[in-house]
T-cell receptor, first 110, second 114 residues
Framework: GENVEQHPSTLSVQEGDSAVIKCTYS??????FPWYKQELGKGPQLIID?????GEKKDQRIAVTLNKTAKHFSLHITETQPEDSAVYFC?????????FGAGTTVTVRA | DVKVTQSSRYLVKRTGEKVFLECVQD?????MFWYRQDPGLGLRLIYF???????EKGDIPEGYSVSREKKERFSLILESASTNQTSMYLC?????????????FGPGTRLTVL
């Protein structure tokens, strides 16, 4: 099955700086790559996604890039704010299922 | 707004008990999912369903079963709870049979098996 690796596991950034989270996947048949944000006490919520026919997608301060050849994708958050502090999960869709990375705990320091 | 509700936020059960976790969604979604979340392991898929009375095994189905008698309701059953099933359980739903679309998650049930 699909194997998704996510790095780093924890990330501390100064407010206003950028944060980058990277994921790799193993199965070249994967064709959909969402990113979820999980705040304390809540279920994960989709923040952005990208499909395999697109190389980059941006939504305000959040962007995702996909390199199909290298089988990796990344989440970029610019101008980080305290409300960006959360756990972020990447995922890859294959064989009707999502496989998730282990998660990255992001802390934005004021 | 899509709403996915789970029957309990916290649950404490004893080893060997039969445990039912209930999930209800209000957006007429075809697909429903059960995951467990453990530190350092992310979310792992236990079972999913793409239609009423249909079910498919996920990556870690051992020790679990599911039931989907109505489109809006998906139940996870631990036939004989064990301590290694202590975890956070998350339910999710999405539209479009077996297509990759946004999954909407419930708040989770933290299950402790003593």
């Amino acid at each position: 099955g699909e194997n998704v690796e996510q790095h780093p596991s924890t990330l501390s950034v100064q407010e206003g700086d950028s944060a980058v989270i990277k994921c790799t996947y193993s199965d070249s048949a994967s064709n959909y790559f969402p990113w979820y944000k999980q705040e304390l006490g809540k279920g994960p919520q989709l923040i952005i996604d990208i499909r395999s026919n697109v190389g980059e997608k941006k939504d305000q301060r959040i962007a995702v890039t996909l390199n199909k050849t290298a089988k990796h994708f990344s989440l970029h958050i610019t101008e980080t704010q305290p409300e960006d502090s959360a756990v972020y999960f990447c995922a890859a869709y294959n064989d009707y299922k999502l496989s998730f990375g282990a998660g990255t705990t992001v802390t934005v320091r004021a | 707004d899509v709403k996915v509700t789970q029957s309990s936020r916290y649950l404490v059960k004893r080893t060997g008990e039969k445990v039912f976790l209930e999930c209800v969604q209000d957006m007429d979604h075809e697909n429903m999912f059960w995951y467990r979340q453990d530190p350092g392991l992310g979310l792992r898929l236990i079972y999913f369903s793409y239609d009423v009375k249909m079910k498919e095994k996920g990556d870690i189905p051992e020790g679990y079963s599911v039931s989907r008698e109505k489109k809006e309701r998906f139940s996870l059953i631990l036939e004989s709870a064990s301590t290694n099933q202590t975890s956070m359980y998350l339910c999710a739903s999405s539209f479009g049979t077996l297509t990759p679309n946004e999954q909407f998650f419930g708040p989770g049930t933290r299950l402790t098996v003593l």
